[in-house]
């Protein structure tokens, strides 16, 4: 399994300025505002579990308290807010890679054009709802560091505390949950001093895709141009890393 979206590796890596930190935090922005209303208006972490965990993401990328309750208030109708919209897009990559890409934006005709066009500028090809993502599971994603225990130890842990799979990457081991056991894991783990580097709920491939070094560099590029697109918040793929 792999465990992160591709725009969260993207956007990892683009912390290194202002003006790319402004644009993650505006996205961030944009899913706190989101998960404020889909969680019917309610502005508390403690009680709206999406948002709590987009929360701890947008902290994770040092995103100023301000702007996060900024967008909290936007949410709950405090403050003014454009009429933002969840959407959702299937599609193919280099090497026949399926991807499922997620966003939020205030205008989807126009959304939808710049993301037709980014697939078919960088060898990419959207598809049909339902097309792409029945290869896809909902999966809750714990990124736990291993410092401090054996990989073997921190399975165990996992087995023990009813995860459902596990995948070292690196330093890290993200463990699977069911998303309604995502923060019951979490809570769990801390509760064990387990060191939980970020939790979310994501798109996680039943098999994955073996893709040729032209072909990762050429999907990479998909990636980034996507990533690049202000509406984009996440890209899913099955490529095997």
Same mark, same amino acid.
């Given at each position: 399994m792999s465990g992160h979206s591709h725009a969260k590796t993207v956007m990892a890596t683009k912390m290194a300025n202002d003006a790319k930190k402004g644009k993650v935090y505006s996205k961030y922005g944009r899913l706190i505002t989101i998960a404020v209303k889909e969680g019917g208006g309610s502005g508390d972490p403690e009680k709206n579990s999406k948002l709590k965990t987009i929360i701890e993401q947008a902290k994770n990328s040092n995103m100023p308290k301000e702007n996060i309750e900024r967008a909290i208030k936007k949410g709950t109708g405090e403050l003014a807010s454009e009429a933002l919209e969840s959407v959702s897009y299937e599609g193919f990559g280099p090497g026949g890679?399926?991807?499922?890409?997620?966003?939020?934006?205030? $205008? @989807? $005709?126009?959304?939808?054009?710049?993301?037709?066009?980014?697939? $078919?500028? $960088?060898?990419?090809?959207?598809?049909?709802?339902?097309?792409?993502?029945?290869?896809?599971?909902?999966?809750?994603?714990?990124?736990?560091?291993?410092?401090?225990?054996?990989?073997?130890?921190?399975?165990?842990?996992?087995?023990?505390?009813?995860?459902?799979?596990?995948?070292?990457?690196?330093?890290?081991?993200?463990?699977? @949950?069911?998303?309604?056991?995502?923060? @019951?894991?979490?809570?769990?783990?801390?509760?064990?001093?387990?060191?939980?580097?970020?939790?979310?709920?994501?798109?996680?491939a039943k098999e994955q895709v073996e893709l040729s070094e032209k072909e990762k560099e050429q999907a990479q590029r998909l990636f980034e141009a996507l990533d690049e697109n202000d509406a984009v918040n996440d890209i899913y793929s099955n490529i095997k890393n």
């Open positions: 890679i399926a991807l499922v890409v997620d966003g939020i934006t205030d $205008n @989807t $005709n126009r959304t939808l054009g710049e993301i037709k066009s980014i697939f $078919n500028q $960088n060898g990419g090809k959207m598809a049909g709802e339902g097309a792409v993502r029945w290869m896809f599971e909902r999966k809750g994603v714990i990124a736990v560091a291993t410092e401090g225990k054996t990989k073997e130890e921190l399975e165990l842990l996992a087995i023990e505390l009813g995860a459902e799979d596990f995948s070292l990457v690196g330093d890290t081991l993200d463990i699977y @949950t069911k998303p309604e056991d995502l923060e @019951t894991m979490k809570k769990s783990l801390e509760e064990k001093q387990i060191k939980v580097e970020s939790s979310s709920i994501e798109f996680i």
